[in-house]
């Protein structure tokens, strides 16, 4: 199983990770990273696997604000505004419930319904950033939500693909006037130094 996630991550991300780094430069000492021997728990108390270029970006940057503008959430963190778990426990809850009232807003199902939305990430304005939990994990493509605009958009792009076409201009971010250079660098977020 290992070798063919591996064999499969490489079709679906292996160059747009290394792109992804040269684009904006991981931290030296990632705080949270977790590793290898962490992520079979991490699955399990989810209840699926996840994508390998979401491991490996776990692993390469930890915890912090990547670009100057998105939170990817992180399954080692102990906050929880950025924790992964806890943060799909409480945005799935949060959309069930909205869309018990409103059914045509959210037009998927939710995790761990599948095919359905799995949250990964927000931003600074807002907005939230899912995949699609349709197929094999290492498959799994982009859908944002941009709460105060025009709801949900599909991108049909992998994270790291979705991240290099938002930072190279191919696709629009959902931010006015970014990114530019200056951008592109991951501030790392490390709350349990605040807490001592």
């Not at 064999?7 to 992804?20: T, V």
């Not at 792009?157 to 201009?169: A, E, K, L």
Request: proline share 8%; glycine share 8%.
């Amino acid at each position: 199983m290992g070798f063919w996630r591996s064999r499969q991550a490489f079709k679906f991300f292996g160059m747009s990770l290394s792109q992804l780094k040269l684009l904006v430069r991981p931290p030296l000492r990632p705080f949270e990273m977790g590793s290898l021997e962490d992520w079979p728990a991490v699955e399990q108390k989810l209840g699926i696997a996840l994508p390998a270029e979401y491991r490996d970006f776990i692993l390469t940057y930890g915890t912090g604000r990547f670009a100057s503008f998105y939170l990817v959430y992180n399954p080692f963190s102990v906050c929880k505004w950025l924790n992964l778990h806890q943060q799909v426990e409480q945005l799935c809850q949060q959309e069930r419930e909205f869309k018990k009232e409103f059914p045509s807003a959210i037009p998927y199902k939710l995790f761990p319904d599948r095919p359905g939305l799995l949250p990964w990430a927000g931003d600074e304005n807002g907005n939230y950033y899912y995949w699609l939990t349709e197929g094999p994990p290492d498959s799994w493509l982009v859908i944002s939500q941009e709460g105060r605009g025009e709801g949900f958009r599909e991108y049909g792009r992998c994270m790291t693909d979705f991240f290099c076409d938002v930072f190279t201009g191919k696709i629009d971010a959902l931010c006015g006037d970014y990114p530019e250079s200056e951008h592109l660098v991951f501030e790392p977020i490390n709350e349990s130094e605040k807490k001592t």
